[in-house]
């Protein structure tokens, strides 16, 4: 199972304005470049998560996105249900999942399985919020080293 681009890009410009929350709007455009996202695929994911409201811009002059809940109030699953159809690993485990789309659905040990991964996956992203990114940003950097090279 893959996450699409377009989610793993929703979660990166989430988590640059979770960073600012309490501050003020963040331009599309320094999204885009401190998280490295395509500009137009930027705006259209924005998009997106303005539908599902969990951002709201602002216009004009030093206009810019913001998060619409407090970090510890969106959910990974959120932005995730904001930009995918589904996040299953295999359609089979999709309550939408025809029993004519495999012949073996009601019997087949193997979609015990996947449903047992689309659980914990399902767990995962429902227990994890913005504010977890950032709290896990700040120990990360605290313990990256920093190599200093001199040149003369």
Known sequence: MKISTKTRYGVRAMFELAKNYGSYPVSVKTIA??????LSY??????????AKLVRSVRGPGGGFLLA???????????THALEESIKPVFCVDEMAEEDQCKR???CVARLLWKKLDEKIKEV?????LKD????????????????????
Do not use: Y
């Open 33 to 38: 470049q401190r998280q490295e996202i395509p």
């Open 42 to 51: 930027l705006e259209q994911i924005l998009n997106h998560l303005h539908k």
């Open 69 to 79: 809940k407090r970090p510890e109030h969106i959910r990974i699953i959120d932005i």
């Open 105 to 107: 659905m009601d019997g």
């Open 125 to 129: 992203l429902e227990g994890t919020t």
């Open 133 to 152: 990114l950032c709290e896990w940003a700040k120990k990360f950097s605290s313990t990256v080293e920093h190599e200093f090279i001199f040149h003369i």
